[in-house]
């Protein structure tokens, strides 16, 4: 079973390879999710339904956390970088940068 997720032979893939692909596809899709119903949201004008979709959208934002959280568990260089980006005060490019030589050390 070939999918655009892969743009290499399935088959020749290890199934930790495999899961990684899924995973970050997976992602993707929430990232997408969360941008539809910001959309929707700024627009929608019944209270309900723009709740409903809030509390969709929230769904959303957990499983893209998840999704995350899982592919950084499984790449060290990933985590390193993330720890000097994510839910830090100041420049974000700094820290992009302080990232970077984390990576380098991880």
């Known amino acids: 079973m070939t999918t655009?997720?892969?743009?290499?032979?399935?088959?020749?893939?290890?199934q930790e390879?495999?899961?990684?692909?899924?995973?970050?596809a997976s992602l993707q899709e929430e990232?997408?999710?969360?941008?539809?119903?910001?959309?929707?949201?700024?627009?929608?004008?019944d209270a309900q339904a723009k709740a409903i979709m809030s509390?969709?959208?929230?769904?959303?934002?957990?499983?893209f956390a998840m999704a995350l959280e899982f592919l950084s568990r499984r790449k060290p260089k990933w985590r390193a970088?993330?720890?000097e980006v994510l839910f830090q005060e100041g420049d974000i490019v700094e820290h992009?940068?302080?990232g970077e030589e984390a990576e380098k050390k991880a």
Do not use: C, M
């Not at 390879?17 to 970050?24: E, K, W």
């Open 31 to 45: 990232a997408e999710a969360i941008g539809w119903y910001e959309q929707r949201i700024s627009l929608e004008r």
């Open 17 to 24: 390879n495999r899961t990684f692909a899924r995973v970050v």
């Open 55 to 63: 509390d969709a959208q929230q769904e959303e934002f957990k499983h």
């Open 96 to 98: 992009g940068e302080e």
């Open 4 to 14: 655009e997720q892969y743009h290499e032979p399935p088959d020749e893939l290890s």
């Open 81 to 83: 970088v993330l720890k």
